[in-house]
């Protein structure tokens, strides 16, 4: 019998209409077979899997690219960890290799402590409904690089920014301002995958104050024989102030403003909490990146919030995950020779003290 994907292409190739799943090939053994043979033993052994099953070739010559040059072995992981690591299966103790299997070990372990501070959910944010307003890079009188440096230097309680690729300066100084003028804590989550361009902007990390930059990776995909590939982390958004967020396919460089197309959604009301609880898990499995880890002692009184910054309230080194419901914030809006920006009554600028 011929495998899913080659029956559905048939059926579509002889007219024959019918209901079908759009997911044949997440459940297809063949497809897990021919997956487990590019990752243990090349494209070619693939290739002969998806003979003898009588399946179509269903990964195009990107995805096996990717696959080949990012396979790794159970025996890379061992010699990672050293001879010292602790516990019968060195695997067990990486959730990266997990695939969707809970291993106690791994799970258990404390997360990164988000301990510059994390600010307090309105309680109404999550009976609000969703408001999208949406930009596109070609508009250049209400362009997406304004909209974004708009918002960073408005921002007063945090600001939290996953990133693919991050060279653009002028972002970086944007942050810098708010984290250091403005004392506002900044969280960078940035793409494992292009990481190594980040600290090509020639600024050292102890510059950083009141900043944390972390890098993230997609998930894992497994193969029985211990081989895996990790994705990459192509989620781009930023939350500013917990109350709005900007998301979509803007990365933070130059030719992104200038050169490539691009959008995204401004987004307020209930949706927040779902990028809120997004990048919360994100950055639990986030890793630090050497260099860039904050130039501040969190427990030093200058980590701590200034009273400017309302909302936000230090948080003790065990505390993982902080839930607050307070008042819902009073809104306005802001006119700017780009457009209007939906601002928050208590994000309006004030001066410094």
Not at 48 to 69: A, G, H, I, K, Q
Not at 100 to 128: H, K, N
Not at 218 to 229: F, L, Q
Not at 301 to 328: K, M
Request: aromatic share 8%; proline share 7%; glycine share 8%.
């Amino acid at each position: 019998m011929a495998g899913p994907l080659r029956c559905r292409v048939e059926e579509l190739r002889r007219q024959r209409w019918r209901e079908s799943s759009l997911r044949v090939l997440q459940h297809s053994e063949a497809a897990r077979l021919a997956a487990d043979a590019l990752l243990e033993r090349g494209e070619a052994a693939s290739l002969r899997v998806l003979s003898e099953e009588r399946e179509l070739p269903f990964l195009s010559p990107l995805d096996v690219d990717y696959m080949t040059s990012h396979a790794r072995g159970g025996s890379e992981l061992g010699e990672a960890l050293g001879p010292g690591a602790a516990g019968p299966d060195p695997l067990s103790l990486l959730s990266e290799v997990t695939s969707g299997t809970y291993f106690p070990l791994a799970s258990d372990i404390d997360p990164p402590d988000l301990d510059l501070g994390w600010p307090e959910v309105p309680q109404a944010t999550g009976f609000r409904p969703t408001r999208a307003v949406i930009r596109f890079q070609r508009d250049k009188a209400k362009s997406i690089k304004d909209l974004l440096h708009f918002l960073f230097s408005q921002a007063r309680t945090v600001v939290t920014v996953v990133m693919d690729i991050f060279t653009d300066m002028e972002f970086l100084c944007d942050l810098m301002e708010a984290s250091g003028w403005h004392g506002v804590p900044v969280y960078l989550l940035l793409a494992e995958e292009h990481l190594r361009h980040f600290p090509e902007m020639d600024l050292n990390g102890g510059h950083l104050w009141n900043m944390r930059v972390r890098s993230t990776c997609g998930d894992t995909y497994c193969s029985k024989a211990g081989c895996r590939v990790t994705g990459q982390a192509l989620e781009k958004f930023a939350i500013i102030d917990g109350e709005q967020v900007v998301a979509g396919s803007y990365s933070f460089t130059w030719l992104c403003s200038q050169a490539h197309t691009s959008m995204v959604l401004q987004l307020r009301g209930r949706i927040v909490e779902d990028f809120d609880r997004e990048f919360r898990c994100l950055y639990a499995e986030s890793r630090p990146v050497e260099g860039f880890c904050g130039g501040e002692d969190p427990l030093s009184p200058r980590a701590l919030p200034s009273p400017s910054c309302p909302g936000l309230r230090a948080r003790h080194p065990q505390h993982h995950i902080l839930v607050a419901l307070q008042h819902q914030p009073q809104q306005h809006q802001v006119l700017t020779s780009h457009g209007s920006f939906l601002l928050p009554r208590s994000a309006k600028r004030r001066p410094l003290q």
